[in-house]
C-alpha cells in the first residue's frame, strides 16, 4: 500500500506562486510515473500536470502551461507542483498520484492517492 501526502496549499492572492508537495511516508515511490490533479467545487476532478519516474517526460493540461512546474526529487521520494502566477480558476483541491503507464491525463490510470490539499486563490 502507498500513502500519499500532500503539502503546501493555502490562501492566496491572485499573482502570487505556491509550491505544492507530496511524498510517501516510509515507503519510496522512486519507480513510479507522477501527477497532479484537481477538483473544484462542484467540477469534475481534471488533470494538472505529470512526469516519468526518471523526469524525463513533462505533460500539461493547456490551462496551467507556461505557470506550473511538475518535478521531482526522487532522493527526496518527493513530487512537487510550483505554481506561479496564480488564478482564481486554480482555486481546488489538488491531489497528487502516481502509477501511471502510458496515459498520464487518465485518472482511471492512477493506482494510489493523496488525500488532497486545499488552494485558493483570491481576486
Known amino acids: 500500500q502507498v500513502q500519499l501526502v500532500e503539502s503546501g496549499g493555502g490562501l492566496v492572492q491572485a499573482g502570487d506562486s505556491l509550491r505544492l508537495s507530496c511524498t510517501t511516508p516510509?515507503?519510496?515511490?522512486?519507480?513510479?510515473?507522477g501527477g497532479w490533479f484537481r477538483q473544484a467545487q462542484g467540477k469534475e476532478r481534471e488533470f494538472v500536470a505529470a512526469?516519468?519516474?526518471?523526469?524525463?517526460?513533462?505533460y500539461y493540461a493547456d490551462s496551467v502551461k507556461g505557470r506550473f512546474t511538475i518535478s521531482r526529487d526522487n532522493a527526496k521520494n518527493t513530487v512537487y507542483l510550483q505554481m506561479n502566477n496564480l488564478k482564481p480558476e486554480d482555486t481546488a483541491v489538488y491531489y497528487c498520484?502516481?502509477?501511471?503507464?502510458?496515459?498520464?491525463?487518465?485518472?482511471?490510470?492512477?493506482?494510489?492517492w493523496g488525500q488532497g490539499t486545499q488552494v485558493t486563490v483570491s481576486s
Open positions: 498520484a502516481v502509477g501511471w503507464r502510458s496515459r498520464p491525463a487518465s485518472a482511471e490510470q492512477y493506482g494510489y
Open positions: 516510509g515507503r519510496t515511490f522512486n519507480t513510479y510515473n
Open positions: 512526469i516519468t519516474w526518471t523526469s524525463t517526460g513533462t
